[in-house]
């Protein structure tokens, strides 16, 4: 359950962009009309609650003109509309912007329209009591199919008041911002020895915060947009966060809420999420979560959140940003309570599944894309169904960061898609100038049942570099290394990897591998770079020859954990199948311990090396190796059309029967 929210002082003073409105939470509720209507809207006083009667009705519009509309703490206002009105209009034409800390509550099922072009300020308290949908709008006017407006800024010159639809929301330069502060979500991984099978996050049956009804479309598009630990929940719906300079954007009713499009607007402003803020539309239908920005970022364990907990395939997270998203974990952990969770702070972007159709997809459009501060974008499912995708595209980079864990409630930066069940994992697409994995940073899917995990696509015209990783325990010598990666814990089939770029660097521990832990048979691994493959250098301070500290290029059936090992109860060794490792490029170097490898260390065969290269070459214990226990060894198959060149101790080879318990070793052919 969410924490209760705590109430503001009497006195508040926020900062509004330049300006400082004073919040006075003593103060009657201001909701003053401005007598600008054909039939203007009248307001009165029952106790804590402003009743709002009149305004002018046009077939099923309503609409109302403020002069102010301010609702302090333990206030509400009341839409006392017809059961008939399907939309209410409402307007400010005031100069000081709305500050809401009170409830919002209209009859019926109508929509509710909010406009102040001055800006609106939601306080930890308010929230919504309406049966339709909500837009909040720091938009200058409504725009209608006739031509007709219903204008804030310019109220004297509105005409007689339509019956028709509305189509957009027309802004001014520099739009006023919308900002909502709250107390933040509580919603944490389980305890590992009762997570796997299970969700990894709780919900609350009753979030503070705004919240529409079942179905129904929330809204907030203005200027600069901040989400200071406030929490947008629509079960099943729709939530749409537009954060605009100018333009229209355009919007459509439907029975089942409000959408939106942006084509109309040339300029977008920023989108802040902090202090464990939420965004969330779980529920059984096909819901939605639309941001457009110029820059998104999520900071100090905010989320975005779509659970499907139906039969019905669900929607999507998609995220638009014409420059930056960046998502941060929990960068300072000493500024949240962190006895408030349990193992981990769920924080990032995620959809999880546990219907038996597909779950929601996360699509993110930008100029870059950062993931630092165990930031996450993931998608993942407990059921039979299949999990959502995720399709990343940038303009210039996608930069994940792993930085090292401050605690175990802290899982490292990285996109994936997870999958725990009898289902199948989400694939993952990415594409772009650039990709860089750094310091642990995580590009996986996984499987952790007997469903086939997805497979993970990336295209980058210029190049991509996975390097580094973090120490969990530097007495032990162990290692989270950088990693594009497929793995499978259980029964289940890793994802295949296909990787088309210009220059691909792997170095300082960094690895590409496809992973069998038990009986599931890891996936193959197909790279195509015009320039060049390098394969260099270990994880900085790690010693010895653990295979998880080498840069390597790998399709493996191995258990290089032992904590694992017995905490999973996984077998003594793995039964499935190592994959293949294919390679095109022009130039291929492997050095300073370096490898290309497939390895089988059970049962199972290893698989084959095909690489095709005008130059290839070797130095400092770089290898090129097929190998494996029991089973049957893997091919090498090189064709260099200029040049192999091999220098201190760097191998190609190829082994079987490692364990003594036969199988025969693999061919090389040059």
Not at 17 to 38: H, R
Not at 202 to 229: N, Q
Request: glycine share 14%; charged share 15%; hydrophobic share 35%.
């Amino acid at each position: 359950m969410l924490r209760k929210a705590i109430p503001i002082p009497p006195k508040v003073v926020l900062l509004y962009g330049l300006g400082v409105l004073i919040f006075d939470c003593k103060a009657s509720a201001q909701v003053v009309p401005d007598n600008t209507l054909p039939i203007n809207s009248i307001v009165n006083s029952n106790d804590n609650t402003l009743v709002i009667n009149g305004g002018t009705v046009a077939g099923d519009n309503l609409f109302h003109s403020f002069e102010q509309f301010t609702i302090p703490t333990g206030n509400s206002s009341y839409f006392n509309n017809a059961s008939n009105i399907q939309n209410i209009f409402s307007r400010v034409t005031g100069l000081s912007a709305s500050n809401i800390d009170g409830a919002i509550r209209a009859n019926g099922t109508a929509n509710l329209f909010l406009l102040n072009p001055n800006g609106i300020i939601f306080g930890p308290n308010a929230s919504l009591n309406i049966g339709g949908s909500f837009i909040g709008s720091t938009a200058d006017y409504f725009q209608f199919s006739d031509g007709n407006k219903f204008s804030a800024t310019e109220p004297q010159t509105t005409p007689l008041l339509t019956v028709n639809t509305p189509i957009g929301l027309g802004f001014g330069l520099n739009p006023g911002q919308i900002s909502m502060q709250g107390n933040g979500h509580e919603l944490g991984v389980a305890d590992p020895t009762t997570a796997v099978g299970s969700p990894l996050i709780g919900s609350s049956e009753s979030p503070t915060g705004l919240k529409t009804a079942f179905g129904k479309s929330l809204a907030l598009i203005g200027g600069r947009v901040v989400l200071d630990g406030g929490i947008l929940t629509a079960p099943s719906g729709q939530i749409e966060i537009g954060s605009v300079d100018g333009g229209i954007v355009n919007l459509s009713l439907t029975p089942a809420g409000v959408s939106f499009d942006y084509n109309n607007v040339n300029n977008f402003r920023d989108i802040q999420l902090s202090k464990m803020a939420l965004i969330d539309a779980s529920g059984i239908l096909n819901s939605q979560i639309n941001i457009q920005s110029r820059n998104l970022y999520l900071n100090d364990g905010s989320l975005i959140l779509i659970s499907n907990f139906g039969d019905q395939t669900l929607g999507k997270i998609s995220i638009d940003a014409t420059e930056s998203v960046v998502v941060t974990g929990v960068s300072d952990p000493s500024s949240l309570n962190l006895s408030r969770f349990g193992v981990s702070i769920t924080k990032g972007i995620l959809t999880q599944n546990l219907s038996t159709l597909k779950g929601a997809d996360i699509a993110i459009s930008s100029r870059n894309l950062i993931i630092q501060s165990n930031g996450t974008i993931a998608t993942t499912t407990f059921s039979q169904g299949r999990g959502g995708d995720i399709r990343v595209e940038v303009l210039d980079s996608l930069k994940i960061m792993g930085n090292p864990p401050v605690n175990f409630l802290f899982l490292p930066s990285g996109i994936g898609s997870l999958v725990l069940s009898s289902g199948q994992g989400g694939n993952i697409e990415l594409s772009g100038k650039n990709l860089f994995i750094q310091d642990g940073g995580l590009l996986t899917t996984q499987t952790w049942g007997s469903a086939k995990g997805g497979g993970i696509i990336g295209n980058f015209s210029e190049g991509m570099e996975i390097s580094g990783g973090f120490a969990i325990d530097l007495a032990s010598n162990s290692f989270i290394p950088s990693t594009f990666g497929t793995i499978s814990i259980f029964n289940g089939d890793t994802g295949d990897i296909s990787i088309n770029t210009r220059q691909l660097r792997i170095k300082d521990g960094g690895r590409i591998n496809a992973t069998t832990a038990a009986s599931g048979r890891a996936g193959s691994i197909r790279i195509n770079a015009t320039d060049f493959v390098e394969v260099t250098g270990r994880i900085p301070n790690s010693t010895g020859n653990a295979l998880y500290n080498l840069s390597q290029i790998v399709s493996s059936a191995t258990q290089n954990n032992s904590y694992l090992l017995q905490f999973l109860n996984l077998p003594n060794l793995p039964q499935g199948r190592a994959g293949d490792v294919g390679i095109d490029t022009n130039n291929l170097i492997v050095r300073d311990e370096g490898q290309i490898s497939v390895i089988n260390e059970g049962a199972g065969d290893a698989g084959e090396i095909k690489i095709g290269s005008s130059s290839i070459f070797l130095d400092t214990n770089g290898s090129i190796t097929a190998s494996s226990q029991s089973g049957q060894g893997g091919n090498i198959e090189i064709d260099s059309s200029d040049l192999l060149l091999m220098r201190r101790n760097s191998q190609i080879s190829t082994n079987a029967g490692n364990a003594q318990a036969g199988g025969d070793g693999g061919q090389i052919n040059i």
